[in-house]
């Protein structure tokens, strides 16, 4: 029987964000504010309210900036290494126990991470079908951003290549995904088999993707909206405009994530 309780969560927060500029001179992407709050705090409080009781913060650039109520490794290769490196550095906690693995630059509703907790999969990533929301806010063209994303009766059969054909895109993979013990055995034997320096280049997406040639089963799970990704102080400009209309006239925004 497959267990729904999901316990333990990994934040990847090695990188320091370069297209972050200044914002990130003093203190790595995560610390960066955001509606009162850093990054890491909002997700940290997402996690625990859905239930999450340990998380696990890998972390890199100015990495004794980052502390909490909450456990802590290093990857002491952060600038020279890509996501997946700096997952592998949680290879513990992966190889014991279901883990929701989170990106360091996004915000989401508590209702995302309880969802993916309850779907079924060795390896579950979210994404979101009210992508071009969020990406007409962020783009002038959208598509010169989005990635394909073709999922089959809740399979993944593609991601992240790069389409002017928005019919490719069911949605926009949010960096939110849920890895358990057997997953990570999976993805660890395709790891194995490669040289350091190739690890070192891959991002996630690039993972699933070289899952999916292997026909290692990718399950997804849907959300509308309430989370945002922060790539750039472009970013937090626009977000902070939404969220005062959002308090001070009431104008419904589909991503606010925080209610």
Not at 216 to 241: A, F, H, P, Q, T
Request: proline letters at 2%; a negative charge; charged letters at 25%.
């Amino acid at each position: 029987m497959y267990n729904n309780k999901v316990l333990h969560s990994i934040v990847l927060a090695a990188g320091r964000g370069s297209r972050m500029d200044n914002l990130t001179r003093d203190k790595p992407k995560c610390m960066v504010e955001l509606a009162g709050k850093t990054l890491l705090e909002w997700q940290i409080n997402a996690m625990m309210v859905s239930g999450v009781e340990n998380i696990l913060v890998v972390t890199g650039y100015l990495y004794n900036k980052i502390k909490g109520n909450y456990s802590i490794i290093r990857n002491p290769r952060w600038n020279e290494t890509n996501m997946v490196t700096t997952l592998t550095y949680a290879s513990k906690w992966l190889e014991k126990f279901t883990c929701i693995i989170s990106y360091s630059d996004i915000l989401y509703h508590q209702s995302h991470v309880k969802k993916i907790s309850e779907t079924d999969g060795d390896i579950v990533v979210t994404y979101d079908r009210l992508w071009l929301d969020l990406w007409n806010e962020r783009f002038v063209d959208p598509l010169s951003d989005a990635e394909t994303f073709i999922e089959n009766n809740g399979v993944l059969k593609e991601i992240g290549e790069r389409t002017d054909n928005i019919n490719r895109i069911s949605g926009q993979y949010m960096g939110l995904l849920k890895i358990s013990p057997e997953g990570w055995r999976n993805i660890m034997n395709m790891l194995n088999e490669f040289t350091q320096e190739k690890i070192d280049k891959l991002d996630m997406t690039s993972l699933l993707r070289l899952l999916l040639d292997r026909d290692v089963v990718v399950n997804v799970v849907s959300i509308d909206g309430k989370w945002c990704e922060v790539d750039s102080g472009e970013d937090l400009d626009r977000y902070e405009k939404r969220i005062v209309e959002v308090d001070s006239i009431g104008k419904c925004w589909s991503h606010d994530w925080r209610w």
